[in-house]
């Protein structure tokens, strides 16, 4: 396994390769990312893995600076799973304009409507961050086919989108999301949580089921589920940034007509470690 941390020495390492698999990560790798590149691994010959805590998705107060840091474990665990080339930029390789402090100058994608809500509502400028540095990425790595997880489900249409409206071509694979026992969804952000904080956790996704089985027992009052299951988690010390039953293909509000629901859920639990740490998760309804 190759472990390259410049633009040009991956493009030469790259070139004139073909049917490459990429899978874009922040680092601090769990067995969800690992799912990732063993269904890229199915698809392509070659398989490129990204490592980068990307500065532009992060809001003010956000967690940026204690963001896990650990490169030297997540290549000894890339490599394990069959990882051809691990790409490892700084800051300056990514974002040339940036001074240490500060994006300003940084040219960014705009991306679709359903940016904006959801996830991007609660924290503006998120998604323009994620289409940038997937841009650059797409456009540094030139993939036959890129591995993204539905635990970022919005994540996952915006960058479907994107590559539909930009003509990219790269085919962009869902990779199911991966659980614990407890049926939390696996994330980075579940380190911050101790043994007591990861169970409470789960609550998130059981919420969800509950409601899924609700939809598919026939209950149809969606407003009235999501209040619910507002209500509930917030009385358990839950602090609720969104709970939605969505149609699957357009994020807008569930109607009566819609057949593919998904119903998703970000809500922070606080811990000792970090204040609070922001959970998402979401559940396919298929009717």
Known sequence: MQIIHTISDLRIALKSKANIGFVPTMGNLHAGHIHLVELA??????V?????????????NEDLASYPRTLAEDCERLKAAGT????????LD????FDGNHLNQTMTVTPP???????GASRPGHFTGVATIVMKLLNIVQPTLAVFGKKDYQQLLIIKEMVRQFNMPTEIIAGETMREPSGLAMSSRNGYLNEAQRSQAAQ??????????????????????????????????WQVDYFAIC?????QAAQISNKHLVILAAAKLSNKLSGQTRLIDNLEVQL
């Open 41 to 46: 691994r199915q698809h392509a010959t070659l």
């Open 204 to 237: 998130l996704n059981q919420a969800l089921q509950h409601v899924a089985s609700a939809i598919k027992m026939g209950n149809r009052d969606y407003h009235a589920l999501e209040n619910h299951a507002t209500q509930q988690l917030n009385q358990a010390n």
């Open 84 to 91: 051809d080339i691990v790409f490892a930029p700084n800051v």
């Open 247 to 251: 149609s699957a293909l357009t994020l």
């Open 113 to 119: 409507a359903i940016a904006d809500v959801l996830c």
């Open 48 to 60: 490129v893995v990204s490592i980068f805590v990307n500065p532009l998705q992060f809001g003010v």
């Open 94 to 97: 990514m974002y040339p304009d």
